[in-house]
Nanobody, 125 residues
Framework: QVQPVESGGGVVKPGEARRLSCAAS????????VAWFRQAPGKEREFVAA????????LYGDVVRDRFTIRRDKRQNTVWLQMIALEPEDTALYYC??????????????????WGQGTQVTVSS
């Protein structure tokens, strides 16, 4: 079974950019939807973006639309989340998740079977 492995988190200043990566360990993302969620302390897990591995169809959460870009690299078996114009409100633990999820449920974290450990993004001046 596939195990998502996130990397790329860190501390950035407001307005800066950061790129997160999610690599497939022990398997492939083929036939899966791969999504990013985030969770800040004391808050619910929030949908960020999703991509279907085979078709490349995209979906973004409202809070990150036009600032974040999700894309996949089939050769590297990796999904990237490019983030620009970061704000303190983007501070959270960012998770990568994968699973055979119907398109109507891409923003529902309960539907995903495989999760990474998360990578922390902190936006602070």
């Amino acid at each position: 079974q596939v195990q998502p492995v996130e990397s790329g988190g860190g501390v950035v200043k407001p307005g800066e950019a950061r790129r997160l990566s999610c690599a497939a360990s022990g398997g492939s993302f083929r036939f899966s939807t791969v999504a990013w969620f985030r969770q800040a302390p004391g808050k619910e897990r929030e949908f960020v973006a999703a991509i279907s591995w085979d078709e490349g169809t995209l979906l973004y959460g409202d809070v990150v639309r036009d600032r974040f870009t999700i894309r996949r690299d089939k050769r590297q078996n990796t999904v990237w989340l490019q983030m620009i114009a970061l704000e303190p409100e983007d501070t959270a633990l960012y998770y990568c998740a994968a699973g055979a999820v119907g398109s109507n449920y891409w923003n529902d974290y309960h539907r995903y079977d495989y999760w990474g450990q998360g990578t922390q993004v902190t936006v602070s001046s």
